[in-house]
T-cell receptor
């Protein structure tokens, strides 16, 4: 079946450090890939998306590239801020699955000043 | 204007009670969902409705019954609440039931005591 695997957290970084959160997936066909962010006490917000191979999604300094050859969608940011502290979820939807999102287990990021 | 809103935000209740969570979206989307987030923050789909029709029911106990009176509303009723039902429940909506991003509500934190 379809699945998403993320690197385990928590990840603790100093402000202005480089961030990478790894995400790999297993899916039949051509899924769409997403990163969602959950700030403390809040719901999920869509951070970025990519719908086909080699697409790069980007938003708020974050970016991720849909790599079909390595079935990966790693999240990166060049310089993190304290306000980026949150839980990040990688997710996919596959064709003919009723729009169901399959999530990775989430990676908690803590950025220290 | 909140795109996906759910009420209540917090719900504390005793075992054996029946409770409902309401959800409304003003995005004009065709598809709505309920997701459950457990204590480890893992997210899993429970139900999906497309144009008021149930299209996904993911092995959820019969005590959980969704109802969609119209495309903009999806409510979740839970009978005979158990301790294990304690979780955060998220409502979400998407434009269609295939390969597209979903927009989430703020969540309802249900605590069963």
């Amino acid at each position: 079946g379809n699945s998403v695997t993320q690197m385990e957290g928590p990840v603790t970084l100093s402000e202005e450090a480089f961030l990478t959160i790894n995400c790999t997936y297993t899916a039949t066909g051509y899924p769409s890939l997403f990163w969602y962010v959950q700030y403390p006490g809040e719901g999920l917000q869509l951070l970025l998306k990519a719908t086909k191979a080699d697409d790069k999604g980007s938003n708020k300094g974050f970016e991720a590239t849909y790599r079909k050859e390595t079935t990966s969608f790693h999240l990166e940011k060049g310089s993190v801020q304290v306000s980026d502290s949150a839980v990040y979820f990688c997710a996919l939807t596959a064709y003919n699955q009723g729009g169901k999102l399959i999530f990775g287990q989430g990676t908690e990021l803590s950025v220290k000043p | 204007d909140t795109a996906v809103s759910q009420t209540p935000k917090y719900l504390v209740t005793q075992m054996g009670n029946d409770k409902s969570i309401k959800c409304e979206q003003n995005l004009g989307h065709d598809t709505m969902y309920w997701y459950k987030q457990d204590s480890k923050k893992f997210l899993k789909i429970m139900f999906s409705y497309n144009n008021k029709e149930l299209i996904i029911n993911e092995t959820v106990p019969n005590r959980f019954s969704p109802k969609s009176p119209d495309k903009a509303h999806l409510n979740l009723h839970i009978n005979s609440l158990e301790l294990g039902d304690s979780a955060v429940y998220f409502c979400a909506s998407s434009q269609r039931a295939s390969n597209t991003e979903a927009f989430f509500g703020q969540g309802t934190r249900l605590t069963v005591v």
